[in-house]
């Protein structure tokens, strides 16, 4: 459009200049009629119009559901190990009084009602009189105690049968003294002394004393009124006073040759010499001991064994009632 109305403006200013240049000669013509004179169209400028812009076109898209993105692999997380001695102290604290001392966990007493109990595994000791009295009848004593004390388990009246692990080398004193219905002991080999009245008053009728032991205490097996059999190993050098005092249902035993020591001599309130461990056995008929002692029966309740050395220190009844000699 700039251009046209430029172009006009150029032709316009020319047209005006020839004519002021000669103006003399200049002559006017003469007018065309009107039917011949061409009208020219009148230029009309564009209106300029803004560009439009296009209409906007919404699409209606169904929604795009979200990628499901799977969590990271991640190792499985190993679970929190528990502390075995917490574990071990909410088993004990139920039924027992314990006590640790350094790395063992001594049971100091049965505080709980069950008949049958079950020591948890990781105990290393039962203490002196930790049972004494109670009324079980059964008990499980892991192989992790190495040590039961003196009188623990005396007049457990109910108790039946037990094991000792393998780990408990000494049968302490009084361990099951007058523990009346216990019929079923098990020791291990590896036990090297029975304590005095270990099995007092017991209801067991056979014992097999373990090879390893070198004694048996005094009183031992006093009382165990139906002990009918029991076996003394080569092991055994020393057997306590009394050891088998009232086993009335014993008939025989034998002594083998590696005891070098029985105590033989308890005095009654008559001041009479009883002779040791066999006082009151009134069914004993024969005790065996080699050749070196004699076998012999004084008045009805008493039975013993003596060396040829101690004959002289023995009352002459004696001599009227020896009646075997080995």
């Known amino acids: 459009m700039r251009k046209i109305i430029a172009s006009l403006s150029l032709i316009f200013i020319l047209g005006m200049t020839a004519c002021a240049g000669d103006k003399s000669s200049f002559t006017p013509a003469a007018p065309a009629a009107e039917s011949e004179m061409p009208t020219a169209s009148p230029t009309i400028a564009p209106t300029f119009q803004p560009p439009v812009a296009s209409p906007a076109i919404t699409t209606t898209k169904p929604p795009t559901a979200a990628p499901t993105i799977a969590p990271p692999t991640q190792p499985p997380t190993a679970a929190p190990t528990a502390d075995p001695l917490d574990e071990l102290k909410q088993k004990l604290a139920k039924d027992f009084k314990y006590e640790i001392d350094g790395d063992n966990i001594i049971i100091i007493k049965y505080t709980g009602s069950a ?83 270990a099995f007092q008053a017991c209801n067991i009728t056979s014992f097999i004393i373990p090879d390893g032991i070198a004694g048996i205490g005094a009183w031992t097996f006093s009382g165990c009124e139906r002990l009918t059999d029991i076996v003394i190993p080569d092991s055994v050098t020393s057997i306590g006073e009394a050891a088998f005092r009232n086993c009335t249902a014993l008939t025989n035993i034998v002594i083998p040759d590696s005891v070098t020591n029985i105590d033989m001599w308890q005095r009654n309130e008559k001041d009479e010499i009883l002779l040791g461990p066999f006082v009151g056995c009134e069914n004993l008929t024969a005790v065996y001991k080699g050749i070196s002692y004699y076998v012999g029966i004084v008045g009805y309740e008493t039975m013993g064994v003596i060396t040829l050395g101690e004959m002289r220190d023995l009352p002459q009844r004696f001599y009227d009632t020896v009646n075997n000699i080995n």
């Open 115 to 197: 008949a049958e109990v079950d020591i948890p595994d990781g105990v290393t000791a039962i203490g002196k009189e930790a049972f004494s009295g109670s009324t079980i009848t059964s008990i499980l004593i892991p192989d992790s105690v190495a040590s039961i004390g003196e009188s623990a388990f005396w007049h457990c009246m109910e108790l039946t049968s037990i094991i000792i692990p393998d780990n408990v080398t000494i049968i302490s004193d009084d361990l099951f003294a007058h523990c009346y219905g216990l019929a079923d002991i098990k020791i291990s080999d590896n036990v090297t002394y029975i304590g005095k009245q």
